[in-house]
């Protein structure tokens, strides 16, 4: 019951700090994606089997700072991230190796990803999950403008261009997420690959 009680406080306090604070600009890196990726988290480890309290504490708070570095820094923002956990959570009893575990979770979501653990494959799988959902377009097209905002882009082309490059990169790592997702995400491909052909 206290780590209920401590994941309750955590994830009040952590939102609120991000709802406050983050850029205005980040259009998909928001609020509204870091509870997203909880959810989808959530999902995940359930239909992987995933039991173990503590494993799902730990990475359903992982999945609430795994962004949180972005109030520092756009690049490396998982470094960022990590040393905000760091501080924190020690206020709520994590032990330091929880903490590091957390952190490793944080640290696998940076592109390209490279989880080592069935709750870092889970964390991966959740952040990007949108990629074979129906709101795919939706969340694809906040991120084009978040990307230019930050002038990474110019055109919607250029941002074609760089999803099929990162498209073809990316997989999933879960039996989940291959199941549920893989099959839409490469509908959405061949999609966006005749839009770029098109020019």
């Known amino acids: 019951m206290l780590a209920q009680k ?53 990475l359903r708070i992982a999945c609430l700072y795994h962004d949180s570095g972005f109030l520092f820094a756009y690049t490396d923002h998982e470094d960022a991230g990590c040393n905000l956990a760091i501080i924190n959570l020690k206020a709520f009893d994590l032990t330091d190796k929880q903490i590091g575990i957390v952190c490793g979770l944080i640290q696998a979501t940076k592109i390209p990803q490279t989880p080592l653990t069935k709750l870092e494959e889970i964390i991966c799988d959740a952040d990007l999950d949108y990629l074979g959902r129906e709101d795919f377009f939706e969340i694809s097209y906040s991120l084009f403008l978040e990307l230019k905002a930050k002038q990474i882009v110019v055109s919607e082309n250029d941002w074609n261009q760089v999803q099929v490059k990162f498209f073809k990169q990316h997989h999933y790592f879960t039996s989940t997420s291959k199941k549920l997702r893989e099959k839409q995400k490469q509908v959405y491909l061949e999609m966006i690959e005749a839009t770029v052909l098109a020019g």
């Open 6 to 58: 401590n994941f309750e406080l955590i994830r009040k306090e952590i939102l609120s700090y991000l709802d406050k604070n983050l850029s205005k600009d980040l259009y998909y890196h928001s609020v509204h994606h870091t509870i997203d990726v909880e959810l989808q988290a959530e999902r995940i480890a359930l239909n992987e089997n995933i039991t173990s309290e503590e494993d799902l504490y730990l």
